[in-house]
């Protein structure tokens, strides 16, 4: 697949909260670090990651803008609260090898009634 095709097939499972579908799109050897956490490393810790933030609050991702650049894919997202963000994914052999996340933690945190940090 080519970077595009794979962030829509990574948004369609996203917004299935399928955390199985979703770390089969990432390399064995992957990292995703969404800049408001520290680095996760490796399919398998992607996989558990994904299915803590699913059991943590309901997550939907809606497509502003998804552009396609050589061996990247840059996905400009919304969901339905009004958060938004954007990802920088990094497509080689078909498979995600990194993954870079931007978004407002605090807001997400808020929306969803969640604990706020206390440091």
Known sequence: ???RELV?????AFNRADAEALAALYAEDAV???VADAPVAGRDNIRR???EEFARAPMHCLVEN???DGDWAILEWRDPLGLRGCGFFRVVS???VM??????RLSFLRQHGLPLPTA
């Open 1 to 3: 697949m080519r970077p």
């Open 8 to 12: 829509e097939a990574w948004v369609r």
């Open 32 to 34: 995703n670090h969404q």
């Open 49 to 51: 990651r994904f299915a």
């Open 66 to 68: 998804l552009f396609e």
């Open 94 to 96: 078909g498979q995600i």
């Open 99 to 104: 993954q870079r996340g931007y978004w407002d």
